[in-house]
């Protein structure tokens, strides 16, 4: 609250300002502040059939928004070609600045320097970062390029704060596997699955479970299938802003952060792709029937009462009225659910999009015939250490005379010596010092710097991953069904039963939407690539709930020990297994666990 104006001028003043403020009119309301230049703001618009859908994510990654913790290590990079420490680049410095390629691979934790092996006993060939313009990044001609101008380059490209990838042709095999779903759980073949069916559906599937590890997975159901191919990923940058190429293939715009807030320099165009989409007559504007927003909604926005929204209107839109907020956090994230909706004033065109905890990583949104989940999911962090310790022992092979640099000029000769070609790859960057030498200590902190780049990105991923039975029922998102998500399937399902017949229809399993958010590129093992073509979204979450030694049992990670992995007697398991399931979970764990840390402690 901001304090009377009387207690901060002199008592003589005092009686003329209680005079005029009698008469004069109340001080205009500040400006609105501009809530999408947040840093920690990610817009994504999905392209619905009746309505564009505005969701906004508030990204965090180690607990700072997204975009400044993009900017703190483009800043390690910056500083780390600043040679002179005078914190700006000259000419020289600039000249090895990586190109927007090299950056993102260095993000994406890529550490090749673009060196491609040959094999046939050919050297690598080293294809080279290409040089940046200087006049590309000293913007203000002032001969210096400043970190703002570093990261201006940047920010707009796919090397930028957030970059998104969708993945196609997912929802195919998705379909088959639903197809056979309902193939195999559709007992009585009346073209519908029932809530007894559904109970029934862990002893129908025990079939498929190849490998018996009391789970049955995508690949599993569908190993006599032909191969339908695969999901082919789609980047989605906000530099590639003329996006009507890419409508065609998937149904969403990422919007572009501004380089300063209260800005439209790259939300307008957005707002003119986006109502290029829904103005069917090409009146440059649309109406209440063709955009689909709500009464109250389309009637804040059309302040001149005209009966419909044109750019202005959309980009105020787009900045001010999401019609979903969630906030995920990233990597080392402390308090509370890494993916939650916040709190937001009362606001009648979010009532119809209530996000719900769909997992415990996720959030899903009912959109009539979609369902939308939005899912936080860990990175796959490469196994990069192998690849430093392979240059350090290049290093130490090309380093014969034991003087612990080497030089330039000696390099160059070896152009056939596959470590010398390695190491010629990343020497200008390495070198600090400029002097033509490269110590191993001037190579290690060098790796140790780039490694350290990597997941500096946060990355969407979204997926269309058709009408998913599948994914409804694969609550914990490991492109597995287990033994407690199939009992738990009428749950899951009972929803969509629309008429209340006691069964759900084919036609009613609505198609999955998931936008996956991880920081850098999402967790990969076999089981999420095999699913990813059979149009699952397979994530990986670390374990946190439960003692360390249901965690350690709980071999196939489904949440649940079964007294196959009980590594107990009998008699045990069924003490704990308080509700006679046949499974413990994480609460009858944490309940024996209590019990009998109770019971030494007495």
Same mark, same amino acid.
């Given at each position: 609250m901001s304090r009377p104006v009387f207690l901060c001028v002199p008592l003589s003043a005092l009686l003329v300002l209680i005079g005029l403020s009698w008469n004069q009119a109340a001080e205009p309301p500040p400006k609105p502040t501009d809530p999408g230049s947040a840093d920690d703001v990610a817009d994504v618009i999905l392209l619905l059939d009746n309505r564009p859908l505005h969701v906004r994510l508030h990204v965090s990654i180690d607990g700072q928004p997204y975009a400044k913790h993009w900017e703190s290590q483009l800043k390690r990079l910056f500083d780390f070609l600043d040679r002179d420490g005078d914190g700006v680049l000259d000419k020289e410095e600039a000249r090895l600045v990586p190109d927007v390629n090299r950056v993102q691979k260095l993000f994406a934790g890529d550490l090749s320097f673009g060196i491609q092996n040959t094999g046939n006993g050919n050297p690598p060939v080293v294809f080279g970062p290409l040089p940046v313009p200087f006049e590309e990044l000293d913007v203000n001609a002032d001969g210096k390029v400043s970190f703002e101008e570093f990261a201006r380059y940047f920010r707009h490209t796919e090397a930028g704060p957030v970059e998104m990838f969708a993945r196609n042709n997912a929802g195919l095999s998705a379909n088959a596997l639903t197809n056979l779903l309902f193939a195999v759980l559709d007992t009585d073949k009346d073209g519908k699955l029932s809530k007894e069916e559904l109970q029934a559906a862990e002893?129908?599937?025990?079939?498929?479970d190849a490998n018996d590890d009391e789970l049955v997975?995508?690949?599993?159901?569908?190993?006599?299938?032909?191969?339908?191919?695969?999901?082919?990923?789609?980047?989605?940058?906000?530099?590639?802003?003329?996006?009507?190429?890419?409508?065609s293939q998937v149904p969403l715009l990422l919007v572009p952060r501004e380089d300063a807030p209260?800005?439209?320099?790259?939300?307008?165009?957005?707002?003119?792709?986006?109502?290029?989409q829904y103005d069917k007559d090409k009146?440059?504007?649309v109406s209440a029937?063709?955009?689909?927003? =709500?009464?109250?909604?389309?009637?804040?926005?059309d302040t001149g009462n005209a009966g419909s929204l044109g750019a202005k209107e959309m980009a105020r839109w787009l900045i001010f009225h999401p019609d979903v907020e969630l906030v995920v956090?990233?990597?080392?994230?402390?308090?509370?659910?890494?993916?939650?909706?916040?709190?937001?004033?009362?606001? #009648?065109?979010?009532?119809?999009?209530?996000?719900?905890?769909?997992?415990?990583?996720?959030?899903?949104?009912?959109?009539?015939?979609?369902?939308?989940?939005?899912?936080?999911?860990?990175?796959?962090?490469?196994?990069?250490? =192998?690849? #430093?310790?392979?240059?350090?022992?290049?290093?130490k092979e090309l380093d014969k005379t034991r003087r612990g640099y080497l030089r330039l000029v000696d390099l160059q000769k070896l152009d056939k010596d596959p470590n010398a070609v390695t190491i010629l790859a990343l020497f200008a960057l390495a070198d600090r010092e400029g002097n033509g030498k490269l110590t191993e200590k001037a190579l290690t902190d060098f790796l140790d710097l780039m490694l350290s780049l990597h997941g500096s990105q946060a990355r969407l991923t979204f997926a269309d991953n058709g009408q998913s039975l599948f994914e409804i029922l694969d609550t914990n998102r490991d492109g597995q069904l287990s033994v407690r998500e199939l009992r738990n399937g009428w749950k899951r399902l009972e929803e969509f039963d629309r008429g209340q017949k006691g069964g759900v229809l084919r036609a009613e399993i609505p198609r999955q939407w998931q936008l996956l958010v991880s920081q850098g590129a999402p967790f990969q093992n076999q089981n999420a690539v095999a699913g990813a073509n059979f149009g699952v979204s397979v994530v990986q979450s670390v374990p946190t709930r439960g003692p360390l030694w249901f965690r350690k049992m709980d071999v196939n990670n489904d949440g649940d020990v079964s007294e196959r992995e009980?590594?107990?007697?009998?008699?045990?398991?069924?003490?704990?297994?308080?509700?006679?399931?046949?499974?413990?979970?994480?609460?009858?764990?944490?309940?024996?666990?209590?019990?009998?840390?109770? #019971?030494?402690?007495?």
């Open positions: 002893k129908m599937l025990h079939q498929f997975s995508a690949s599993e159901l569908l190993a006599d299938t032909p191969n339908r191919g695969q999901a082919n990923m789609v980047g989605l940058f906000p530099g590639n802003l003329l996006p009507g190429k890419i409508f209260r800005q439209v320099a790259y939300r307008m165009p957005a707002a003119k792709e986006l109502l290029a009146k440059q504007q029937a063709q955009i689909g927003f =709500p009464k109250e909604l389309f009637e804040r926005l956090r990233l990597g080392r994230s402390p308090g509370g659910d890494r993916v939650q909706a916040p709190a937001v004033a009362d606001d #009648k065109a979010k009532e119809s999009f209530a996000p719900r905890k769909s997992s415990e990583n996720a959030l899903a949104v009912a959109l009539d015939t979609i369902q939308m989940s939005v899912v936080r999911t860990e990175s796959q962090y490469p196994q990069n250490q =192998p690849v #430093k310790a392979q240059y350090l022992q290049q290093f009980f590594l107990g007697s009998r008699a045990d398991f069924q003490k704990i297994d308080a509700d006679g399931d046949g499974l413990i979970g994480v609460e009858e764990a944490e309940k024996a666990d209590a019990w009998f840390r109770e #019971k030494m402690r007495k």
